[in-house]
């Protein structure tokens, strides 16, 4: 069974860091794109970044803006974001999305590319 365990949400003022957790297991993670996405109240889901875990490619939403990093660690079958410099609009809940690759170079940042979800775990920045 195919899972994703999302952590590492919570309360931080502007400008301060977090680091999201990705946890998975049930399929072979090298041959998968793991991505964060978020979804605000009343906002439609939006990719945020993405990892190619075949190739170590990686895909940042513009808004991104250099701030925060996508990347794997193989041996816990974990992925990890790290925000930094959060504004008080990154604040939404986070989840983390999986696909299968089947030998692609690329990382979908779209919702509907990605067939297994996690639970989500929101972040709230204060202003």
């Known amino acids: 069974e195919v899972q994703l365990q999302a952590s590492g949400g919570g309360l931080v003022q502007a400008g301060g860091s977090l680091r999201l957790s990705c946890a998975t297991s049930g399929f072979t993670f090298d041959g998968y794109a793991i991505a964060w996405f978020r979804q605000a109240p009343g906002e439609e889901r939006e990719g945020v970044a993405g990892i190619n875990n075949i190739y170590g490619h990686t895909n940042y939403a513009e808004f991104v803006e250099g701030r925060f990093t996508i990347y794997s660690d193989k041996a816990k079958a974990t992925v990890y974001l790290q925000m930094n410099g959060l504004k008080p609009e990154d604040t939404a809940m986070y989840y983390c999305?999986?696909?299968?690759?089947?030998?692609?170079?690329?990382?979908?940042?779209?919702?509907?590319?990605?067939?297994?979800w996690g639970q989500g775990t929101q972040v709230t920045v204060s202003s």
């Open positions: 999305a999986a696909v299968n690759l089947k030998s692609g170079l690329g990382v979908p940042m779209y919702p509907q590319s990605y067939d297994y």
